[in-house]
């Protein structure tokens, strides 16, 4: 690590006020890209990365992208960050000005990421909300873009990674959707993922559907993730998944109240493992005790502990 590059060596769980974590693989390593939270009109300007061999010591990047220094049409609302690699280019998918998403390309997932020079999705371009974006490749190496607040909306993307055919736009409400709409794929089997409530709401959570398709349809299978009140967890959503390299084990990234005394407005990252049952379903998350996985080898699921 550079000492004059600004980048820092920070604890395993991750201090401070963050939200809607993208978390993925790049060459081996995890990269985790939030939302920065604590303002009471979420008025964040900026997005910065977190890495970590292990989810055990997580290296903080600082700022990798910022509205007012690195766009010409957006100075606030940074949210919901996601980033995809292709052909040695990442590019950052993120929200802005409320109802916007543009999207940013680097040469590496740590920055810095050069603008693409206005929306990709404009406030009005679809029904709802142009919020959240999330970006899934598939194993064919095919690439979908999906957003939306009030409906959902999914597209294929082009080969460059920043544009769409408009025509090809799917839109629909799923069970009980507000936002954070997620894909991912284990074999034959596609999983639509995403919150339902409001985030302020200690009732937000994390619903599921499957397919055989990544356009559906898609059949509801219920609660992926929720509150556990008894522990003081409230407001679990706002996901990602990702697969751990080199084995077919999996982790949910979201954003839950802060503990003690968290809001809407005041959130804390957390992450657990994802399990796939031999029926193509998914268990349901216990939502763990600690704020981050801290040891990928020794962690064991909150429903698997026992006390001595």
Request: proline share 8%.
């Amino acid at each position: 690590m550079n000492p004059n590059s600004g980048e820092q060596a920070v604890p395993a769980i991750i201090d401070g006020y963050y939200a809607d974590p993208h978390l993925c693989v790049f060459d081996g390593r995890f990269y985790l890209y939030p939302t920065t939270d604590g303002s009471d009109s979420w008025d964040s300007t900026s997005f910065k990365a977190f890495s970590s061999p292990d989810l055990l010591e997580w290296t903080d990047h600082g700022i990798v992208f910022s509205l007012p220094d690195h766009t010409h049409w957006a100075r606030e609302h940074a949210w919901a960050p996601a980033v995809a690699e292709r052909n040695g280019s990442y590019f950052l998918y993120y929200t802005a000005e409320q109802e916007n998403i543009g999207v940013a390309i680097s040469s590496s997932p740590t920055g810095p990421f050069a603008d693409l020079g206005r929306p990709l999705i404009a406030e009005g371009d679809f029904p709802g909300r142009a919020i959240d974006p999330n970006v899934f490749v598939d194993d064919d190496g095919a690439a979908y873009l999906c957003w939306g607040n009030g409906i959902a909306h999914s597209v294929p993307l082009n080969e460059d990674m920043v544009s769409f055919n408009p025509a090809l736009v799917i839109s629909w409400i799923p069970t009980g959707f507000r936002e954070a709409v997620n894909l991912h794929r284990r074999a034959d089997t596609y999983y639509l993922s995403w919150s339902e409530n409001d985030t302020r709401d200690e009732n937000y959570r994390v619903r599921y559907a499957t397919s055989t398709s990544p356009f559906g349809p898609w059949t509801e299978r219920g609660v992926l993730l929720e509150k556990a009140p008894q522990r003081g967890i409230r407001a679990t959503g706002h996901h990602s998944i990702v697969r751990i390299p080199h084995t077919d084990e999996w982790l949910i990234a979201y954003h839950r109240f802060a503990i003690p005394g968290g809001t809407g407005y005041r959130r804390e990252l957390a992450i657990d493992p994802l399990v796939h049952t031999d029926d193509g379903l998914l268990q349901k998350v216990i939502p763990s005790s600690e704020p981050v996985v801290r040891d990928l080898a020794t962690y064991r699921p909150e429903s698997e502990k026992t006390s001595h």
